[in-house]
C-alpha cells in the first residue's frame, strides 16, 4: 500500500504519482503477505514538490506604445536589483505538519477486546496545551472493517481525557467501513485475516454535510463476484470524508499536546473483522515549534522569442514594431527543481495615426 502524504493512496506494484500543490511530503510503502503480515521495516521517502515564484512588477509600465517605438524591460531575479521593473523571487515551501502513525493493526473478531495505537508527540511548544477545539483541525483515521456497529474508537490524550468517535449503535446496522475482505453484509469469513481497502474518515468540530455516523450516511454497494465470494454481493457502505465525533473535540481543550496520545478500537458484537491502516491528528500550524522549509534557487531565466525582439538580453528586454496590434511578451524562470514557470505582458501597440502618437504643434498664428 503506497501512502502519499497528500492523502492519496495506491495498491499497485509500480506506480506514479502526480502532486497538485507544492509542499513537502513523506511517501511510505507498507508491503503485506498472504496471511496480512505487514513489513517490520518503515520505508519512507521524503518528496520535496517546489513551489513556483512570484513575479513582481516593481515599475508601472506603459501599456500601450506607438508603433516604431522601442520597449525597454528591465528584468532579474536579484531582489536587490534597484534598476528592475520585473523581478522573479525564488519561492519557500515547507512539510506538511501532520502527525499521522500509518500503524497497521489488525482488528479481529474478540467480544471486548480493545486494541489500541499510540502516538508520542514532542514537536510543540513546551508545556503547550489545545486551547480551543478550533485549534484541533481533525482526528483522520484510516480504516476497514466489516461491520461498523461491531465497534467504537475513542481517543484518549495524555492527560487520560478521553473522547468517543464512534460507538456501536444499532443505527449503524451492517455498514462497513472502507472495504473490507468480506462476503455479505454479515461476514461468515471472520478468521481470514487478509486486508481490505481502507477509507480514511476525520472527524472535525463541525461537519454540516453529515454530522455524526450512521447508517444513513452510507450508500449501497454491489460487489462482483470473485474467487473468494462467487456470488458477489451488496451492502452498505460509509464514504469518506469528515464526520462529528460523539463526543464534541471540546472536551479535549485543556490537554497536553506532547506526550502520548491514543486511539483505542474495542470489538463488541461476534463474526466480523477489519484493520486499522492509520490514525493521526491535524493541527493549526501556529501550534508548532518549527517546521522544515525549502527555497528551491532560481537557476536560470529569460525571455521567449518574440517576432518583435530585438534583444536576446535575460535583463533587458527590447522590443519595437512597426505594426499597430496587441503583443505579448512571456518572461520564465526555471528552478534547480527543473521546474519551469513564467509570466505573460500585454501590450498594445498604437498605429502612427492614432493621436497619442502624433508629435505635430499646430500654429494658427494670430
Known amino acids: 500500500l503506497w501512502d502519499f502524504g497528500d492523502g492519496t493512496q495506491d495498491t499497485a506494484r509500480n506506480t506514479t504519482h502526480t502532486y497538485t500543490s507544492s509542499g513537502g511530503y513523506v511517501v511510505e ?14 520505508i519512507s521517502q521524503r518528496v520535496r514538490v517546489s513551489p513556483p515564484p512570484s513575479f513582481e512588477l516593481l515599475n508601472a509600465l506603459d501599456s500601450t506604445f506607438c508603433a ?3 520597449l525597454v524591460i528591465r528584468s532579474s531575479i536579484d531582489p536587490n536589483d534597484p534598476n528592475t521593473d520585473l523581478l522573479a523571487r525564488a519561492a519557500t515551501a515547507r512539510f506538511l505538519p501532520v502527525p499521522f502513525r500509518r500503524d497497521t493493526i489488525f482488528l479481529p473478531d474478540g467480544v471486548g477486546v480493545a486494541y489500541t495505537s499510540s502516538l508520542t508527540f514532542n514537536q510543540f511548544r513546551p508545556g503547550a496545551i489545545l486551547e480551543s477545539a478550533d485549534q484541533l483541525l481533525g482526528i483522520l483515521v484510516s480504516i476497514e472493517h ?4 461491531d465497534i467504537s474508537i475513542d481517543i484518549r490524550c495524555p492527560d487520560g481525557t478521553q473522547i468517543n468517535l464512534l460507538n456501536a449503535s444499532a443505527n449503524l446496522a451492517s455498514t462497513n467501513l472502507g472495504q473490507p475482505f468480506a462476503c455479505g453484509p454479515i461476514d461468515d469469513n471472520t ?51 469528515e464526520y462529528e465525533p460523539l463526543t464534541p473535540l471540546s472536551a479535549l481543550e485543556g490537554c497536553p499536546l506532547n506526550g502520548e496520545w491514543t486511539i483505542r478500537i474495542q470489538d463488541n458484537l461476534p463474526a466480523d473483522n477489519g484493520w486499522l491502516f492509520g ?45 499597430a496590434g496587441d503583443v505579448s511578451y512571456t518572461f520564465w524562470v526555471e528552478d534547480d527543481f527543473g521546474c519551469v514557470n513564467d509570466t505573460t ?13 502624433s508629435n505635430c504643434e499646430l500654429d494658427f498664428g494670430d
Open 29 to 42: 510503502l507498507n508491503l503485506f503477505d498472504s496471511l496480512g503480515c505487514r513489513n517490520s521495516s518503515f
Open 191 to 241: 478468521a481470514n485475516p487478509t486486508p481490505g481497502i481502507p477509507f480514511d474518515y476525520t472527524f472535525v468540530n463541525d461537519s454540516p454535510a453529515n454530522g455524526t455516523i450512521d447508517a444513513n450516511d452510507a450508500v449501497f454497494v454491489t460487489y462482483p463476484p470473485s474467487s473468494d465470494c462467487p456470488m458477489g454481493y451488496s451492502d452498505r457502505v460509509l464514504p469518506a470524508g
Open 345 to 357: 505582458l500585454n501590450f498594445a501597440i498604437l498605429p502612427p495615426t492614432d493621436p497619442a502618437c
Open 146 to 149: 466489516s461491520y461498523a456497529r
Open 279 to 323: 490514525w493521526g491528528l491535524t493541527v493549526v500550524d501556529s501550534l508548532y515549534r518549527t517546521l522544515e522549509s525549502f527555497t528551491p534557487p532560481i537557476v536560470d531565466y529569460g525571455w521567449r522569442e518574440h517576432p518583435t525582439s530585438i534583444s536576446p538580453n535575460p535583463n533587458q528586454f527590447t522590443a519595437t514594431s512597426s505594426f
Open 68 to 70: 516604431g517605438d522601442t
